[in-house]
């Protein structure tokens, strides 16, 4: 994964006008994976409404993250916009097949994320 700063510089502009942007993006990678865990425990019950309304939720998440990215940041938004892209494929994929595998892959990784961010940004608080 690219340089936790960078990663950092890549919201870091277009989060100015919240007071903490570093908050935003942590309480947006719990949200997806409160959703996600929402989404698959519906798949477990076979309550397809409840399934689809948290899986749009989770891909709600992923297009804000995308759109706070400040490409200026070069390589490192450039790899989070594809990564991110990538988790909305998955989330799309387990939407029409029940393929909670598929949704093990976007908790992983966002756990990941989530993780890092919070190493980034821990002298921040």
Request: charged letters at 25%.
């Amino acid at each position: 994964m690219p340089s936790s700063n960078a990663a950092y510089a890549a919201y870091s502009q277009n989060n100015m006008g919240i007071d903490s942007p570093q908050k935003l993006v942590t309480m947006l990678y719990e949200g997806i994976l409160r959703f996600i865990y929402r989404a698959k425990k519906a798949m477990d019950s076979g309550d397809i409404e409840s399934k689809v309304l948290f899986l749009n939720k989770t891909n709600a998440i992923f297009f804000e993250l995308i759109n706070s990215l400040d490409m200026s940041q070069g390589q490192i938004s450039e790899y989070l916009q594809g990564l991110y892209s990538r988790q909305i494929q998955l989330i799309s994929e387990a939407n029409i097949t029940n393929d909670q595998s598929k949704l093990d892959e976007v908790v992983h990784v966002t756990r990941e994320l989530l993780e890092a961010w919070r190493d980034v940004t821990k002298d921040d608080k």
